[in-house]
């Protein structure tokens, strides 16, 4: 089991940027999909991005050209680098290892305990 340790989170006002972080126990990228999902309150928890193991990556719609997610093998940390962030974007960021490469929380075995990311108008 794959132990995973986000970090990052906080609060900033609309328009502003975050950089999250996702420290990995051990080595995860050559076996593993890494991806960034995220769960507003009385909402389905729902994928952001993940990473292939080229290094391609996926984006969610609603956050395609303002987030990027990234990885540092040499560090095992997948980071998620966010702008222009919205009050829509609040929630809890959570960061998922697994088998597959899609954004579909379906797959991903290995989960963190979550960072809140809060954006306020």
């Known amino acids: 089991q794959v132990q995973l340790v986000e970090s990052g989170g906080g609060s900033v006002q609309s328009g502003g940027s975050l950089r999250l972080s996702c420290a990995a126990s051990e080595l995860t990228y050559s076996s593993y999909y890494m991806a960034w999902f995220r769960q507003a309150p009385g909402k389905q928890r729902e994928g952001v991005a993940v990473i292939d193991r080229d290094g391609i990556p996926t984006y969610a719609d609603s956050v395609r050209g303002r987030f990027t997610i990234s990885q540092d093998n040499a560090k095992n940390t997948l980071y998620l680098h966010m702008n222009n962030l919205k009050p829509d974007d609040t929630a809890m960021y959570y960061c998922?290892?697994?088998?597959?490469?899609?954004?579909?929380?379906?797959?991903?075995?290995?989960w963190g305990q979550g960072t809140q990311v809060t954006v306020s108008s």
């Open positions: 998922a290892a697994g088998r597959v490469a899609w954004l579909r929380p379906v797959g991903y075995n290995n």
